[in-house]
């Protein structure tokens, strides 16, 4: 529900005509790329914990990069599609942080569900 409510933020953010600027981007150069790189970090990690995969816990090769498909395929579709927003244009280097920053989620929520959870790491009883 997560992913799905955070997917739906974006494309409002996306959806957005003419958006006001950010005062702290000012003097920071590049700054919507950090911002496309963080907003797709969130929603690579929150589709990461989502899907569910067979096999084992832990970090997925196959499930990163699942993840990074997908999300590189939104991103460039959200960039396209902003070319009939007014005030926005579509921005191929937007879409590669977009993706950059879903690999980075994605791993992240790798190494953050293979971690030891109580009681799942503990040994076997033994048997009398």
């Not at 498909?69 to 879409?95: F, K």
Request: net charge neutral; glycine share 10%.
């Amino acid at each position: 529900m997560a992913a799905f409510a955070w997917g739906v933020f974006l494309l409002t953010l996306t959806s957005w005509p003419s958006p006001p600027e950010v005062p702290l981007a000012a003097g920071i150069p590049n700054f919507d790329k950090i911002v496309h790189f963080g907003l797709y970090a969130v929603a690579g990690f929150l589709l990461y914990l989502a899907v569910r995969w067979p096999g084992r816990e832990g970090f997925s090769l196959a499930r990163v990069l699942a993840i990074v498909g997908t999300m590189a395929a939104l991103g460039t579709v959200d960039e396209v599609h902003q070319t009939w927003i007014p005030g926005r244009s579509c921005d191929p280097a937007d879409a590669l942080f977009d993706s950059i920053g879903a690999c980075a989620g994605a791993i992240a929520a790798s190494a953050a569900s293979g971690r030891a959870r109580p009681g799942r790491n503990a040994a076997p009883a033994a048997r009398a």
